[in-house]
């Protein structure tokens, strides 16, 4: 059982579209952390979100972390192939642990 | 800087040999983490080292897996008698605070055949 749900698993689309990709659980985390890896690559962290209801921005991608703190978007404006890669989603479970628990991912596909 | 190292990149090794595989975090990053990942898998927790203190090795799988962390610094990732459910990529991550697994490498790709 995955304690992270992402959806889409795959997303595939053309140069200039939108996207919001989601990650969501039934648990309450203490923070989210939003990471891409490309392939033969390790994640590299995009941000970390805190406070339920928290928006943060990182150019033309937008993550939102649940009131409830128990799920988190992210949204893409205007994809560019460079956005290409393993969208992974993970956080510490709240009540302690430092340990992030990941979900499997979306892989995403921009075509120029 | 220099961010997290792992090496080999890649290894392969026949079913039942031993193997090692080496982290250099941060210079600084007092957090240290294993993970697995496979294909299709999300990433697997292994271990954790914090500072001086006791690591925490819940997610290690069984008994052949073992790490240690020496001075604070340099992990090893240690699988005995390697069996092919083995074969994975083993990334090491390290971080400055405790909020996220900050700074990964780029993984050791370990092929058991």
């Known amino acids: 059982t995955q304690l992270l749900e992402q959806s889409p698993q795959f997303l595939s689309i053309q140069e200039g579209e939108n996207l919001t990709v989601y990650c969501n659980s039934s648990?309450?985390?203490?923070?989210l952390q939003w990471y891409r890896q490309e392939p033969g690559e390790g994640p590299v962290l995009l941000v970390t979100?805190?406070?339920?209801?928290e928006v943060k921005k990182l150019k033309r991608l937008t993550f939102q972390f649940g009131d409830a703190r128990k799920d988190s978007s992210l949204h893409i404006t205007a994809a560019q192939p460079g956005d290409t890669g393993l969208y992974l989603c993970?956080?510490?479970?709240?009540?302690?642990?430092?340990?992030?628990?990941f979900g499997r991912g979306t892989s995403l596909i921009v075509h120029p | 800087g220099a961010g997290v190292s792992q090496s080999p990149s890649n290894k392969v090794t026949e079913k039942g040999k031993d193997v090692e595989l080496r982290c250099d975090p941060i210079?600084?990053?007092?957090?240290l983490y294993w993970y697995r990942q496979s294909l299709g898998q999300g990433l697997e927790f292994l271990i954790y080292?914090?500072?001086?203190?006791?690591?925490?090795k819940s997610g290690l799988p069984s008994d052949r897996f073992s790490a240690e962390r020496t001075g604070g610094s340099v992990s090893t990732l240690t699988i005995q008698r390697t069996q092919q459910e083995d074969s994975a990529v083993y990334l090491c991550?390290?971080?400055?605070?405790?909020?996220?697994?900050?700074?990964f490498g780029p993984g050791t790709r370990l092929t058991v055949t």
């Open positions: 991550a390290s971080s400055l605070g405790r909020l996220a697994a900050e700074s």
């Open positions: 648990s309450v985390f203490s923070s």
């Open positions: 979100v805190v406070t339920g209801g």
């Open positions: 993970a956080g510490p479970l709240s009540g302690g642990s430092y340990i992030p628990t």
């Open positions: 210079s600084g990053h007092t957090a």
């Open positions: 080292f914090q500072g001086n203190s006791a690591p925490d």
